[in-house]
């Protein structure tokens, strides 16, 4: 349904490029939850905005549908890692946000469709919990209801595929453990195509269908890993062996990159013994700063 | 000090209402009182310094008189004409180069290089191009708040989060829906505030415009009075345009805090 085909990224600084991306290709089916995991910095944020088209690629393309797709639409929602509800606007006005685009306002369309509109968002921040908050502004809410409300207005446009990147990073270990599980149940409900970044191995496990493990500069996909749990996934799944088993293959891959482990005991002498000789033998030499 | 949170001398926080109130009503009263105590000095001449009783009844007289009336009618109805033409040219520029960058190439240099020509000194050249009737005053308000005005609007612009136009896009608006309803209606409350002080400066600007050419005005007036040295009825009239100041900033503010209520958590 949603095709990424040789989507690449090359970020031109004044004095040189920074290739962010090597050609990455993929396909997600109806109904999937795809989360693209690795370090930060590995530019799977940037593929999502492409897919976005927030962010526009050095080559390659994005098929919606079997469509090419170019600039933003909202038949792909997103949700952000930062708080992005319009501050000015109620819980129930940014839940219906797009209905109110001039665009969207059709005098053709019948009373009931409207109404189904307005039904809908309401519906999905009620399912959000959300309830009681219909009318309070996005300041009088906490970061957790700020996230499931922008998600609430993401899915009552009825994205073809929805877009979340890092949604629950800024939260606190507590509160996006509830993210996680309401995320299960309104996938459970509304059963939409999801690509999902995260660098958080436990939530991509958790909530994903299929993961795409990322290696860092330039990003590519190091591995296609399909999660064997079906749509029912209790809490104590986490601390389950066969889930124990997929994190630790996952820790693998995403820590081969990392510092060697001559670097680390370089750095731990240094730490331990600050003595002057041995850091004027370590430190370069500084470049003069004009 | 034992509790950094609570006193009223912790830092940032918050005092109880009636405390600021009374703080506030303090700062009036020490400034009349040291008025009252150096007036009353024998070393004092009251041609400079009047004593605040004289100047009380030099205004009860005042305000009988129909020239106060006049006055105060007459400098608000050039205040207004200016500032609203320079509100509703320079909030749509201000808006246009806070969202394009290609706009605050264009017009953001030139408008840094007009604003810091002292606008008192295009007094002349503003009677030689629009005479030494009302379209010169108003002229003289308009180009002393106008720059000024564009260039908080575009920062007020610029400052609201570019999360908010990627999220906008990602729900299906235009770049015409995200100008509108979304960047414009963000940075409402800083162009409003924006508004409040350009207000300020437009009364300074009206005081200049009527000192060199008029028959009325607050301006005018007081330039009147120092001409007989009746320096009492002078200080009335500072103090009407003290008092004229703060009531349009409270009116402002409170505006403000009314119609932008999801912008403003604390109301005092």
Known sequence: ????????????????????????????????????????????????????????????????????????????????????????????????????????????????????????????????????????????????????????????????????????????????????????????????????????????????????????????????????????????????????????????????????????????????????????????????SH | MREPFTSIFALRRPISTWTYRLATVVSFLAVLGGWTWVSHQSWVNPIFIPKPEDVWRVGLDLIRDENLGRDVKMSFLRVTYGFLLSAALGIPLGILIGAFEFCEGLLQPLTEFIRYIPVPALVPILMILFGIDELSKVMLIFIGTFFQLVLMVADAVRRVPYDLVQVSYTLGARRRDVLELVLARSAMPEIFDALRLCNGWAWTYVVVAELVAANDGLGYRILKFSRFLQTPKIWFYLLVLGVIGLALDIVFRKFNQRVFRWANPSLR
């Open chain 1, 1 to 288: 349904m949603l095709e990424i085909r040789d989507i690449e990224k090359t970020f031109a600084t004044r004095k040189a490029s920074v290739r962010a991306l090597d050609p990455i290709s993929f396909s997600v089916k109806a109904g999937e939850f795809v989360t693209l995991l690795g370090p930060s910095g590995c530019g799977k944020s940037t593929l999502l905005y492409i897919v976005a088209g927030l962010e526009k690629a050095s080559g390659g393309s994005v098929w919606l549908e079997g469509q090419e797709v170019r600039g933003a639409g909202p038949e792909r929602g997103m949700v952000f890692q930062n708080y992005t509800l319009f501050p000015w606007l109620t819980v129930a006005e940014n839940a219906s946000f797009a209905h109110q685009l001039p665009r969207n306002i059709d005098y053709s369309k019948r009373p009931s469709e409207i109404m189904n509109q307005v039904g809908r968002a309401s519906a999905l921040l009620d399912l959000m919990g959300l309830a009681d908050f219909h009318d309070a502004y996005p300041r009088e809410l906490s970061g957790g209801m700020k996230q499931r409300a922008a998600i609430a207005r993401a899915l009552a446009n009825s994205p073809r595929v929805l877009l979340m990147d890092e949604p629950f990073g800024a939260l606190d270990a507590q509160t996006r453990e509830e993210m996680q599980e309401m995320m299960l149940l309104l996938q459970a409900h509304e059963k939409t195509t999801v690509l999902f970044v995260t660098h958080d191995i436990d939530e991509a496990i958790y909530l994903s269908s299929r993961v795409l493990v990322f290696s860092a500069r330039p990003g590519r996909i190091a591995r296609d890993l399909p999660v064997p749990f079906g749509p029912d996934r209790p809490v104590d799944l986490k601390i389950s062996p066969e889930f124990m088993a997929l994190k630790r293959e996952l820790f693998e891959l995403l820590h081969q990159g990392a510092q060697g482990q001559a670097d680390r005991s370089r750095l731990l002498r240094k730490l331990v013994d600050p003595s002057p000789q041995i850091s004027s033998k370590d430190h370069e030499p500084e470049p003069p």
